[in-house]
Nanobody, 121 residues
Framework: QVQLVESGGGLVQPGGSLRLSCAASGSIFSINAMGWYRQAPGNQRDAVAVITTSGSTSYADSVKGRFTISRDNAKNTVYLQMNSLKPDDTAVYYC???????????????WGQGTQVTVSS
């Protein structure tokens, strides 16, 4: 079984920073893209940032210049550094990874349990 475990969420004032982490564990042959998504109450889950195995990144327009995604392939971990946070960034943040569990198997999408980020004064 594959698990994604997130950490780092919490309450922060506008303009503050948070760093999210997500570690993949279990039966893992290879990990392709990893990323962060977020869902605010009443909204759909939207992509925030994605990073490929080679380190290519893409960001939602709303977070460009403020958020930075990175990964440590040796630790099967992806990070999201969030700076200059705004109240509109308040949401549950979910980690995603495209993982091949065993050699020769299909690639599957896995999700973390979600971590709450609240930006408020």
């Amino acid at each position: 079984q594959v698990q994604l475990v997130e950490s780092g969420g919490g309450l922060v004032q506008p303009g503050g920073s948070l760093r999210l982490s997500c570690a993949a564990s279990g039966s893992i042959f290879s990990i392709n893209a990893m990323g962060w998504y977020r869902q605010a109450p009443g909204n759909q889950r939207d992509a925030v940032a994605v990073i490929t195995t080679s380190g290519s990144t893409s960001y939602a327009d709303s977070v460009k210049g403020r958020f930075t995604i990175s990964r440590d392939n040796a630790k099967n971990t992806v990070y999201l550094q969030m700076n200059s946070l705004k109240p509109d960034d308040t949401a549950v943040y979910y980690c995603h990874a495209a993982i091949t569990p065993n050699w020769g198997s299909y690639q599957y999408n896995y999700w973390g349990q979600g971590t709450q980020v609240t930006v408020s004064s």
